[in-house]
Structures are given as structure tokens and as C-alpha cells.
């Protein structure tokens, strides 16, 4: 079992940065990848940026060239840092978490979320 606690939401201007953290406890030997997910209000949650043990990333294209997730290291201890943030990054922002050798891209754990608001 893995546990994730993510921190550093909050409210931010237009134009602004804010670093949210993600950290893991419990099995985290387990852990090949780590991510962050958000969902805003009315729509699905989407994916944000993954990253693997091995150093391998995936972004969304909405926040390519302005988030930077941070290596994996040793200790599970997972940021991403977010510059020339908008209005529609508005959501709440899910670490997350893979234990499933059988593909990095699909977590199977889940923290609670920290709200991220980006006012105009």
C-alpha cells in the first residue's frame, strides 16, 4: 500500500507560479512513477504531467513549457513547479501514483487533492 499527501495549493494571480508537493509513505519501493492529475469543476479529471523512475516525462499539452515536474528520487518525494499560471489551471490537483510494472502511464494510487486557484 502507498499513501500520498500532496501540499502547496493555493490562491495566485494570472501570470504567477505556485509549487505543489506530493509526498509518498508506506510500500514506496514499489513505486515506478509518479504524477500529477487535476480535475476542475464540471469536467474529467486529466492528466498533467507524469514522470517514471527511469526519468521519462509526459506532459500535457496545455502546460508544456510552463510546469516542470521534478526527478523521482529515492525518497518519493514529488513537485511540480508551475509558472505563468491562467485562469483555466483552476482545479483541484491530484498526486498520484504507479505500482504496476505493466505500464508507468496508469496510476494506481491516489492522493486527496490540493485546490489550486488562478484568479484573473
Known amino acids: 500500500q502507498v499513501q500520498l499527501m500532496e501540499s502547496g495549493g493555493g490562491l495566485v494571480q494570472t501570470g504567477g507560479s505556485l509549487r505543489l508537493s506530493c509526498t509518498a509513505s508506506?510500500?514506496?519501493?514499489?513505486?515506478?512513477?509518479m504524477g500529477w492529475y487535476r480535475q476542475a469543476p464540471g469536467k474529467e479529471r486529466e492528466m498533467v504531467a507524469l514522470?517514471?523512475?527511469?526519468?521519462?516525462?509526459k506532459y500535457a499539452d496545455s502546460v508544456s513549457g510552463r510546469f516542470t515536474i521534478s526527478e523521482l528520487n529515492a525518497e518519493k518525494i514529488l513537485y511540480i513547479q508551475m509558472s505563468s499560471l491562467k485562469p483555466e489551471d483552476t482545479a483541484v490537483y491530484y498526486c498520484?501514483?504507479?505500482?504496476?510494472?505493466?505500464?508507468?502511464?496508469?496510476?494506481?494510487?491516489w492522493g486527496q487533492g490540493t485546490q489550486v486557484t488562478v484568479s484573473p
Open positions: 498520484c501514483a504507479n505500482t504496476d510494472g505493466s505500464s508507468w502511464l496508469f496510476p494506481d494510487y
Open positions: 508506506g510500500d514506496i519501493k514499489s513505486i515506478n512513477a
Open positions: 514522470i517514471s523512475s527511469g526519468g521519462i516525462t
